[in-house]
């Protein structure tokens, strides 16, 4: 092979490193949370990349096409610094400014955050977990999971799990056994609940059981080569299979109430704004945390091999990937942030029951994904909070019309926007650069 | 149940024993002296590097192929030529391991059986292949594009933790100048136009360093001048590389075997092969003629 064609691909290395660079940074900054260092640094990695690019031109042949791969590194890198300084104004917000404004602002302050507001954006957030879980599914590798909410559900149900042996003989009935227990006349706990106690175990079921599930079910759809709608079909059936599993009494998972009067969370009253508070920043952290990990997922070669699947599966395939690990890694790793958001999800709405599962409810989670926008990381993020920002008005305002309302949101995006919300943010600064 | 059906069925299914008893580690004959099997090693010394023994392919009655059978020589260019239907792609298929054929051996070197692999272990043992369609990730970049094809551990984790490294970085700029793409490589896949796709993917196949290339129609779509390039380039690779080139256009078959007028040519017709010599000798053959050239 020849010598390398030294100037046009100067930028391209500069641009590969310096991803590589913030794929570690990522890590860090989400481990150590100091993104204020990083992002200095950024700023003046900034500078230098221009001036090497500068340089780059001088010596090129191919001058046109150098300018334009160090602007395109340069856009990349204002993009990057951009979404370093949202993080971190994110984060700020979360762990700073929503507990001070909620527990220290008085209640009569313009300024304070009521204990609805803190219970609605916790709410959201969860819900924003579930539509990057799908974004990387669906935006990235081209699946479209119309069961996400079972991975949803089965998070929350093992919190639920916890939370129902923390209440104690603090039920109605004044038993060791959970109330609905009692109600059926079960004298013992059943096999599944073996673990309810421990915290610790409940954490690895969060993780294990939708990790499990979207294993095998993922394991035997995509070795069959299900692609397209016929997956999205099947998924929905499993969601509601599952659904009607856990409706039944039988199977101990409290039928259609579900689980819900919760009491202690960790030995601490769940209802003291200060939980409330704890349990909000905890889930912010862990979307941010989330975030930056997708992020992180989707710059590596890993992501760019799961662009590749969703554009030519059988060029991947011909190229010597096996589709089957790659869908499946990402699959597993999707249900597993699911089933986080549900655990989380519990404690603050403080009900979990099989409506969970309803294929509406997995269907909504490609809603907010498809508005914010498939295939950016914050484009569902921003979804999640602008449908679900408007359902929690409309039904306060106008109740009878929120279905409709989603219906006609969908397909207006679907027609006009197809990037969603995103797509059109950035369209509309891009013409402003051009202007 | 007619007896013929019946016969049918059971030579079927003696094949399929046969194929699930497998060819051990020998390949399916006896061990020739003096020689070890070696896992992964493409076995050459009897100088075929792709060998195709009575394959049939039937789709609902329809023979694709019909017990095709062929061999490739190492770093031979072969140019197959057929009508339309002719099983050209469906061999293809075979060989890459999208289609299991339903009797017949395929053998990669003398070792090897293709029979045996699923689609992505015969490309990473290589054998790479181009489709007729050219196919490229449009979303990447061409840069990206080339990175992806390169030869490399092809695993989830590795893939997590990939970094390019100078020497791959050199392959890449390398690569990207043969396909006369160096000032796209940031370029979206998908603007590019149809004769700078083709040499992309023929570009990710060279990545791969692959054995034996597969070429459906690689030149569908090129200018007179991006045709000739290509000619060049197949023919820079012969020798090195196995080469099995599908083609329609003569023209282009005509500039592969001007080099040496015996290379040999391949017309397939109804899935099996109807003649096989220099070009002279198959233009000139009579059955050729009447269902190809026949004008």
């Given at each position: 092979?020849?010598?390398?064609?030294?100037?046009?691909?100067?930028?391209?290395?500069?641009?590969?490193?310096?991803?590589?660079?913030?794929?570690?940074?990522?890590?860090?900054?989400?481990?150590?949370?100091?993104?204020?260092?990083?992002?200095?640094?950024?700023?003046?990695?900034?500078?230098?990349?221009?001036?090497?690019?500068?340089?780059?031109?001088?010596?090129?042949?191919?001058?046109?096409?150098?300018?334009?791969?160090?602007?395109?590194?340069?856009?990349?890198?204002?993009?990057?610094?951009?979404?370093?300084?949202?993080?971190?104004?994110?984060?700020?917000?979360?762990?700073?400014?929503?507990?001070?404004?909620?527990?220290?602002?008085?209640?009569?302050?313009?300024?304070?955050?009521?204990?609805?507001?803190?219970?609605?954006?916790?709410?959201?957030?969860?819900?924003?977990?579930?539509?990057?879980?799908?974004?990387?599914?669906?935006?990235?590798?081209?699946?479209?999971?119309?069961?996400?909410?079972?991975?949803?559900?089965?998070?929350?149900?093992?919190?639920?799990?916890?939370?129902?042996?923390?209440?104690?003989?603090?039920?109605?009935?004044?038993?060791?056994?959970?109330?609905?227990?009692?109600?059926?006349?079960?004298?013992?706990?059943?096999?599944?609940?073996?673990?309810?106690?421990?915290?610790?175990?409940?954490?690895?079921?969060?993780?294990?059981?939708?990790?499990?599930?979207?294993?095998?079910?993922?394991?035997?759809?995509?070795?069959?080569?299900?692609?397209?709608?016929?997956?999205?079909?099947?998924?929905?059936?499993?969601?509601?299979?599952?659904?009607?599993?856990?409706?039944?009494?039988?199977?101990?998972?409290?039928?259609?109430?579900?689980?819900?009067?919760?009491?202690?969370?960790?030995?601490?009253?769940?209802?003291?704004?200060?939980?409330?508070?704890?349990?909000?920043?905890?889930?912010?952290?862990?979307?941010?945390?989330?975030?930056?990990?997708?992020?992180?997922?989707?710059?590596?070669?890993?992501?760019?091999?799961?662009?590749?699947?969703?554009?030519?599966?059988?060029?991947?395939?011909?190229?010597g990937?096996?589709?089957?690990?790659?869908?499946?890694?990402?699959?597993?790793?999707?249900?597993?942030?699911?089933?986080?958001?549900?655990?989380?999800?519990?404690?603050?709405?403080?009900?979990?029951?099989?409506?969970?599962?309803?294929?509406?409810?997995?269907?909504?989670?490609?809603?907010?994904?498809?508005?914010?926008?498939?295939?950016?990381?914050?484009?569902?993020?921003?979804?999640?909070?602008?449908?679900?920002?408007?359902?929690?008005?409309?039904?306060?305002?106008?109740?009878?019309?929120?279905?409709?309302?989603?219906?006609?949101?969908?397909?207006?995006?679907?027609?006009?926007?197809?990037?969603?919300?995103?797509?059109?943010?950035?369209?509309?600064?891009?013409?402003?650069?051009?202007? | 149940?007619?007896?013929?059906?019946?016969?049918?069925?059971?030579?079927?299914?003696?094949?399929?024993?046969?194929?699930?008893?497998?060819?051990?580690?020998?390949?399916?004959?006896?061990?020739?002296?003096?020689?070890?099997?070696?896992?992964g090693i493409i076995?050459?010394?009897?100088?075929?590097?792709?060998?195709?023994?009575?394959?049939?392919?039937?789709?609902?009655?329809?023979?694709?192929?019909?017990?095709?059978?062929?061999?490739?020589?190492?770093?031979?260019?072969?140019?197959?030529?057929?009508?339309?239907?002719?099983?050209?792609?469906?061999?293809?298929?075979?060989?890459?391991?999208?289609?299991?054929?339903?009797?017949?051996?395929?053998?990669f070197g003398?070792?090897i059986?293709l029979?045996?692999m699923?689609?992505n272990q015969i490309a990473s043992i290589g054998i790479?292949?181009?489709?007729?369609?050219?196919?490229?990730?449009?979303?990447?970049?061409?840069?990206?594009?080339?990175?992806?094809?390169?030869?490399?551990?092809?695993?989830?984790?590795?893939?997590?933790?990939?970094?390019?490294?100078?020497?791959?970085?050199?392959?890449?700029?390398?690569?990207?100048?043969?396909?006369?793409?160096?000032?796209?490589?940031?370029?979206?896949?998908?603007?590019?136009?149809?004769?700078?796709?083709?040499?992309?993917?023929?570009?990710?196949?060279?990545?791969?360093?692959p054995k034996l290339?597969?070429?459906?129609?690689?030149?569908?779509?090129?200018?007179?001048?991006?045709?000739?390039?290509?000619?060049?380039?197949?023919?820079?690779?012969?020798?090195?590389?196995?080469?099995?080139?599908?083609?329609?256009?003569?023209?282009?078959?005509?500039?592969?075997?001007?080099?040496?007028?015996?290379?040999?040519?391949?017309?397939?017709?109804?899935?099996?092969?109807?003649?096989?010599?220099?070009?002279?000798?198959?233009?000139?053959?009579?059955?050729?003629?009447?269902?190809?050239?026949?004008?």
């Open positions: 092979m020849s010598a390398l064609p030294g100037a046009p691909l100067t930028p391209t290395l500069s641009r590969k490193r310096e991803r590589e660079q913030e794929g570690e940074e990522v890590v860090a900054s989400a481990e150590e949370g100091e993104a204020v260092v990083a992002s200095a640094e950024e700023g003046e990695a900034v500078v230098a990349s221009a001036e090497e690019g500068e340089a780059v031109v001088a010596s090129a042949e191919e001058g046109e096409a150098v300018v334009a791969s160090a602007e395109y590194s340069l856009s990349r890198l204002r993009e990057r610094v951009g979404v370093r300084a949202g993080t971190l104004l994110a984060a700020l917000a979360i762990c700073i400014l929503a507990p001070l404004l909620n527990l220290f602002v008085p209640q009569g302050s313009v300024f304070h955050m009521s204990d609805y507001a803190v219970a609605l954006v916790a709410k959201i957030m969860c819900y924003a977990i579930c539509a990057l879980a799908m974004d990387l599914i669906w935006g990235y590798t081209g699946i479209l999971s119309l069961g996400h909410g079972v991975f949803f559900a089965l998070g929350g149900y093992a919190m639920g799990m916890y939370l129902m042996r923390q209440i104690g003989r603090d039920g109605n009935y004044q038993s060791d056994l959970p109330d609905f227990m009692v109600f059926l006349d079960w004298k013992k706990l059943p096999w599944h609940w073996a673990v309810s106690d421990s915290f610790f175990a409940t954490l690895l079921l969060i993780v294990l059981v939708p990790g499990l599930l979207a294993f095998v079910f993922g394991f035997f759809a995509f070795r069959s080569r299900i692609k397209g709608v016929y997956f999205s079909i099947i998924t929905q059936a499993m969601t509601f299979a599952t659904m009607l599993l856990f409706f039944r009494n039988e199977t101990g998972f409290g039928g259609n109430n579900g689980f819900t009067d919760f009491k202690r969370v960790l030995g601490i009253a769940i209802a003291k704004p200060s939980t409330r508070m704890t349990l909000f920043v905890i889930t912010g952290l862990t979307l941010i945390g989330f975030f930056l990990f997708a992020r992180w997922l989707v710059a590596s070669k890993f992501g760019r091999v799961l662009q590749a699947i969703r554009d030519a599966e059988s060029r991947v395939m011909f190229t990937y096996d589709p089957l690990r790659y869908k499946l890694t990402i699959w597993v790793i999707s249900a597993v942030m699911c089933g986080v958001a549900g655990a989380l999800y519990v404690p603050q709405v403080g009900i979990i029951n099989p409506s969970e599962m309803s294929p509406a409810a997995s269907i909504e989670i490609a809603i907010w994904t498809a508005v914010g926008g498939r295939a950016s990381l914050i484009g569902p993020i921003v979804g999640a909070f602008f449908v679900n920002g408007a359902k929690s008005w409309f039904t306060q305002a106008f109740p009878e019309f929120w279905l409709y309302f989603l219906g006609a949101l969908f397909i207006a995006v679907t027609l006009f926007l197809p990037q969603g919300i995103i797509g059109l943010l950035r369209r509309s600064t891009k013409k402003e650069e051009r202007a | 149940m007619t007896p013929e059906l019946m016969e049918a069925g059971s030579l079927r299914r003696e094949a399929m024993q046969a194929r699930k008893a497998g060819p051990g580690s020998s390949g399916g004959r006896e061990a020739s002296y003096g020689r070890v099997v070696q896992e076995d050459v010394s009897h100088g075929a590097i792709l060998y195709l023994d009575d394959i049939t392919v039937s789709f609902d009655g329809f023979k694709a192929l019909n017990d095709l059978s062929l061999s490739i020589s190492a770093g031979e260019l072969r140019c197959i030529i057929g009508p339309n239907g002719a099983g050209k792609t469906t061999m293809m298929d075979v060989i890459t391991g999208k289609t299991r054929p339903d009797a017949g051996k395929a053998f003398s070792t059986d029979l045996r699923r689609e790479g292949r181009k489709f007729q369609k050219p196919t490229v990730f449009e979303k990447l970049s061409v840069f990206e594009n080339l990175e992806l094809a390169l030869k490399d551990d092809r695993g989830v984790k590795s893939s997590m933790f990939f970094r390019l490294n100078g020497e791959q970085l050199d392959r890449i700029g390398a690569m990207l100048q043969l396909i006369h793409l160096k000032g796209s490589a940031q370029r979206i896949a998908g603007l590019l136009s149809h004769g700078q796709k083709q040499w992309l993917e023929i570009g990710m196949l060279l990545m791969q360093d290339l597969l070429l459906d129609e690689p030149v569908a779509g090129m200018t007179d001048e991006e045709t000739q390039r290509t000619a060049e380039l197949f023919l820079s690779l012969e020798g090195n590389h196995s080469l099995v080139v599908v083609e329609h256009d003569m023209k282009f078959i005509h500039e592969l075997t001007r080099d040496n007028a015996a290379k040999k040519v391949t017309v397939l017709h109804e899935g099996s092969v109807l003649a096989e010599g220099s070009l002279a000798d198959v233009q000139g053959n009579d059955k050729v003629v009447e269902v190809y050239l026949g004008r």
